[in-house]
């Protein structure tokens, strides 16, 4: 199993009274609560706390996109592993990943995402969500009918970027460029892994198995609110004849280590509710804009609501918008991995056991974290719960993990050392 | 309430639905936001004097998934203007609400001999920065209801699925229309209409509800001040954006009126 660190970036001075006073945290959150000289703190400090992950043996660290919100200050996750790739040496950098419909033209993550390659000398996954309505329909102004279309092609773009040696012609539908020959050219040939972030639609998972990329299930409510869409994605690998390789799969997972339950409990409550109930806090008219859901999605959604009257999702989603919830609702729901080494280790073994997936993105920074509790629950991880989870899926190959430069052909970054102005 | 004659043209390999009742000289009608999931009073008023012909837009309810082949505001108008010569309503006068209103006013616009007499209710395609319409997108699912009518029980019985409907298909339906709005109108509703107003040469009814909480009521008059034929405007009390669902014998009796 691969265990893999991702920080969401989160502002975390968002104030007490924000669910109650204002309607969203992400589009339209108002900008007076954005300190720039604390934000400034804040990311040299999330900085630290993913270097600090590659430093405890994690097997890769992770960043993803986000735009006008409150909870992820990466509107460029490019510029943040870029950062990564200078202060780390053999850790893999997934950034997961860029919204292809947004960039324009798509020849712009061809090119980030090589220059991403090239200098971390290789160790790069290229992650292409389509992106949250909030993120592109909204905060970017995309057209929800030709989203997913823009988003298909954009794909085929960049690949072609990548693979193609001669400069070529581009005659897309919503993309057309004369002459597309990126510079730099990736390490990783014929191109970095690809990883798709999805919700739980049945042509991501049907794309995902006819191009062989790795599906990941970014919820955040835990493993046992996860496993129904798991289980949709695992019953159509099958139906399409493809392998139970858990590698195939990743998923998000909120996780809080101490020596004790009780340690945990008196540490972590206060940041996973401020994460659940400030960070989550979303204006439901921004969730959900017609045309986003494809139409196959929203039929296998609807028959399934018809023939359940309310699915583990639906029931979260009531609680999320009636009122906030208390740590003992996350924990009891899954939510949270909660709890002392010996506890935390058998929660993943189940979510290994329930989910099947190999690459888990651990969620250990959530919330209002600072960066000394942070960088406690990562080493105890590290320490405590990592070593004994390295052997499971062990009989599968990870065909879609980076292949980096040797070292003896890597770089050595000049080491760091600030001077002062003064001397 | 008796129903229409259904027929049915192709439109790029997509069956659009044509509904027809009435005699007299035709007039057409094209449906505006959310489109027509089933036959409403307003055309039946309508149908009383004329024979009224009712083409949907692609991807509205009767429309298909039409819209899913046009990508561009170009792609868009050649559309409604090829459906509505296989519908017969060539040198027809023609009438339009909301997003069907737009579609009509640029017809009459681009093709000025294509209809004899316009009248449009609440049409999007304009953006005043001062005084923007609201965003019909980005709403929950309970608040749509009164954005479209100032009832909003109307609204709601109009997209309520009839005995018998299909309960998958019905709501897929009618989000499938809030979808091919969106992607002729998305995200401000505005298509530089303006530019295109002074080349309407049709006698042009501009007729807006009251209580419109969609499109700002005073876009009528910007859109009179651009219009290049002769024109009159019309407030309908105790209507919302869709004010021939609020109002249907008063907006259909102005309508009737101003044809003639």
Redesign the interface.
Known sequence: MKLMWFHLMPYTELPENFRQEHPSVWVDIHSSLFDPKRAHLMYNDFMDELEYAADCGFDAICVNEHHSNGYGLMPSPNLIASALARRTTQVPICVLGNSLALYNPPTRVAEEFAMLDVISGGRLIAGFPVGTPMDT??AY?Q????LREKYLEAHDLVIKAWTEKETFAFNG??NQQRYVNIWPRPVQQPHPPIWIPGGGSIETWQWCAQMDYVYCYLSYYGYKAGKATMDGFWAEMARLGKDRNPYRAGFAQVIAVAESRQQAMDLYTEPAEYFFNRCLHI????AA???YST?AT??AG??SM?KKAANAQSLIMGDKMNRGMTMQDFVDRGYIVIGSPDEVLEQINALADDLHVGHLMTLMHFGNMDKALTQYNTRMFAEHVMPRLKDRFADYEDRWWPQPMQPAESATPAAFAPKLAAE | MQGPEVTTLDFEGFPIRVWSKGSGPPLGFLAGFGGLPRWVPFLDRLAERRHVVVPSLPGFPGGDRAHTVLDTHLDWVLAVRRILQAAGLQGADLAGSSVGGSLAAEVAAIWPDSLRRLALIAPFGLYDEADPPADPWAQRPDSLAALMCADPETWKALRAPPEGANGVEWPIEQTRAIEASARIFFPLGNTRLEKRLPLIKAPTLLLWGEADRAIPPAYAARMAAKLGGPHEMVTIPGAGHLAEFDQPDMVARHVLDWMG
């Open positions: 329909v909204f102004g057209n929800p009918s030709t539908r919503f204006d439901p008219r921004f804009p017609a045309g139409e929203q039929r609807l028959e018809v």
